[in-house]
């Protein structure tokens, strides 16, 4: 079982940035997929982001030229970068990693991101 520890959620004013951090509990972590997910009231989950192992990126298009997502796989850890963060980004975040293909899918508790003046 992988735990994952997210941090960096809080209350920021439109335009403004935010970095979430997500740490893995597994020295494999370099072989997972990471990513980020959101849910804001009465919605359903979606995805952010996620990176590869390899690398690879993808992005919602909601987000794209605005979030940046990164690992450090010595760190086992993996970050996203939110600038010019606007209130439609409100919601709970949460840090996904995974093995694509197996049942190896983590998830991690959750931080709430606020956007608002």
């Known amino acids: 079982q992988v735990q994952l520890v997210e941090s960096g959620g809080g209350l920021v004013q439109p335009g403004g940035s935010l970095r979430l951090s997500c740490a893995a509990s597994?020295?494999?972590?370099?072989?997972?997929?990471g990513g980020w997910y959101r849910q804001a009231p009465g919605k359903q989950r979606e995805l952010v982001a996620n990176?590869?192992?390899?690398?690879?990126?993808n992005y919602a298009d909601s987000v794209k030229g605005r979030f940046t997502i990164s690992r450090d796989n010595a760190k086992n850890t993996v970050y996203l970068q939110m600038n010019m963060l606007k209130p439609e980004d409100t919601a709970v975040y949460y840090c996904?990693?995974?093995?694509?293909?197996?049942?190896?899918?983590?998830w991690g508790q959750g931080t709430q991101v606020t956007v608002s003046s």
């Open positions: 597994t020295s494999a972590f370099r072989i997972y997929t």
């Open positions: 990176i590869l192992s390899g690398g690879t990126t």
């Open positions: 996904n990693c995974k093995i694509l293909g197996t049942q190896y899918d983590y």
